[in-house]
């Protein structure tokens, strides 16, 4: 088995070493614009040797893991390159315009869309763990437009990592993921802004960071150059989740202005069935 | 050592579990105006035994950790109660209102005025844990208020428990802890309930939730009954820090809707130090 990581980060790195260990015959080959995590990669045998696109087409997988502003650019030459048994999967945390860019590629029976829910606020070689996958969701879009065969041998491997499987279509992907991921980055990112602004003295966020503080603004230390081109590949959702999170925020402003703690509790005590609904326990439905 | 705890909960709870750590001497007598609560910590081995206000003033020490509208109410009975050798200490999460209810009250000497940053996302007596306090700040207001020794006689067991110590006025307390705490809990409320609102089919957000949602709306789990008595109190300051976060977030829709991804790319990396702060290495200040 022959598998090439293009971007050798955290998310394409704990791919490579979780496929070390689930095929430890395979050979890895690592694909890197920077040269310097290459480095760092081949030193921490995350891979075994580096590539370049023209050996593209001795590969049986390519993952290709890099911001999504530089997957749209690549995918394309990416599969111009790949063999014809060579399943592309991506992972990208937008999909409907990596999609839509290989939609009449000669070669889309070969690429498999896909966005694996897992990630910690680290970035790099370095930061690449065994095991970052499993329990976690790996959403695929668009799987009757990949090879069965192809389908099968990712499958394969997603199933060996512990993954879990959902079939979602890019555009309804997009829309949930706002929601649920690109509006927490934002809202943690915001809450770090707010209070670096005000807090002159650093001393006092760190001793007061304990109070919950560290949790909720643990997303601000996320790569901008990873979130950039995802706030922007969708930012019409984002747009939308952002409009509908400040309109709660300032009904909440105004229940306190107004003095009805009633409604302070119910807006609380409302969004406690979180618990549940994280807990995978479904609710019952009135 | 004659130790009465009011409020049986996570914070008073894990309080009585250290001091049996550290004391094992100790009598450790419990008061809780909920009787299934406090029947469960005599069980828990959390109390030894159950008091009213009757027994507080054969006590050495008294922590009150009870939400911050009964602690007004409670706290100049529970100073009336007390004897002329008992520290009261109290565990608010806002801390001017508390000292104003106390400023004149004959036995102020006796009142430690004291917010120890921890706690979960859990509440009750079974989720009082040991060492919940260790390595945490607790903020001492008015300390020049309380008499020497019974300063002591808290400080050592703050000490004893692993506690960093800061010293602060009650004014600058509510107004720091409202950024640094309070606004972290509004904002993951918000969030939840945006989320919640948005996503009629709950397993979505469950199979989404590791991208980050999970740890930023976790304070969404909290108590409403803990959280509405505080956001009353420190409404000024919270409404403040609410009206900054809303300004923060409306400034990152526009650059998104100008499509100015340089200043949303900018927004992110320079609130990204908040890195370097949590780790507590102050950086360079120009």
């Known amino acids: 088995m022959k598998v090439a990581v293009i971007g050798v980060g955290l998310i394409g790195g704990s791919f490579a070493k979780d496929i070390q260990q ?11 614009s920077n040269e310097i995590h290459l480095q760092e990669a081949l030193d ?27 997957l749209v650019e690549e995918l394309p030459k990416i599969l111009d390159a790949s063999g014809d048994e060579t399943v592309v999967i991506d992972a990208g945390s937008t999909k409907s ?5 290989v939609e009449n590629h000669p070669k889309r029976r070969n690429f498999l869309a896909c966005h694996p ?21 790996n959403i695929i ?88 081109p995802i706030f922007e590949q969708n930012k019409d959702n984002v747009v939308e ?14 229940f306190l202005l107004d003095g009805d703690f009633e409604k302070v509790y119910n807006e609380m005590n409302n969004t406690n069935r979180i618990k549940q609904i994280l807990k995978g326990i479904p609710l019952t439905k009135l």
């Open 22 to 32: 689930l095929w430890p015959e395979a050979e890895i080959h690592g694909i890197d």
């Open 44 to 70: 921490l045998e995350i891979i075994h040797e580096k590539l370049d696109y023209n050996g593209l087409s001795q590969m049986d997988m390519v993952l290709v893991t890099i911001p999504v502003n530089a």
């Open 97 to 101: 315009l990596v999609c839509e860019t």
């Open 117 to 137: 829910i897992a990630g910690t606020e680290f970035s790099g070689p370095s930061a690449a763990i065994n095991g970052l996958y499993k329990g976690k969701t």
């Open 141 to 228: 879009c668009e799987v009757e437009k990949t090879a069965f065969k192809l389908q099968e041998k990712a499958l394969e491997l997603f199933q060996g990592m512990g993954m879990r499987i959902r079939y979602m279509n890019p555009v309804a992907h997009d829309k949930h993921i706002a929601y649920v991921s690109h509006l927490s980055h934002i809202s943690s990112f915001m809450l770090g802004k707010t209070v670096i602004e005000k807090e002159k003295n650093e001393r006092d966020i760190f001793d007061m960071a304990g109070s919950g503080f560290e949790s909720t603004v643990r997303l601000a230390k996320s790569s901008p150059d990873m979130w950039t």
């Open 241 to 254: 989740t952002l409009e509908e999170y400040i309109q709660n925020l300032e009904q909440f402003k105004q």
